[in-house]
């Protein structure tokens, strides 16, 4: 199972930025899918998180309103939109896999697979 995340950078505060994160090795359709990050000397926390067919998505409150989880999966690949960021969120950003939540989807050791993480730094 690999999950290859991608799109990461230095953008301005303010700016957007679209993270991608591409998996293979399992049925990227039965599988749930979430964001989480790590900034530096902090515990990974939870961003976003997207059901099988997309239809329900969850957030954190810092970043609602302002990102977007999406997938699809004709290409095995789950999106987050980031727009309006700043600093705060500069982070390494990890996309993860789980067949089920057992604890709720904001918790990281729900879930089984993770990618190796894309750094996104805000700074002007």
């Known amino acids: 199972v690999q999950l290859q995340a991608s799109g990461g950078g230095l953008v301005q505060p303010g700016g957007s930025l679209r993270l991608s994160c591409e998996v293979s090795?399992?049925?990227?359709?039965?599988?749930?899918m979430g964001w989480f990050r790590q900034a530096p000397g902090k515990e990974r926390e939870f961003v976003a998180h997207?059901?099988?067919?997309?239809?329900?998505?969850y957030y954190s409150d810092s970043v609602k309103g302002r990102f977007i989880i999406s997938r699809d999966n004709g290409k095995n690949t789950v999106y987050l939109q980031m727009n309006s960021l700043g600093p705060e969120d500069t982070a390494v950003y990890y996309c993860?896999?789980?067949?089920?939540?057992?604890?709720?989807?904001?918790?990281?050791?729900?879930?089984?697979?993770w990618g190796q993480g894309t750094l996104v730094t805000v700074s002007s």
């Open positions: 993860a896999s789980t067949l089920t939540v057992t604890s709720g989807v904001r918790i990281p050791s729900n879930y089984r697979n």
């Open positions: 997207i059901t099988q067919n997309g239809g329900t998505t």
């Open positions: 090795g399992l049925t990227f359709s039965r599988y749930k």
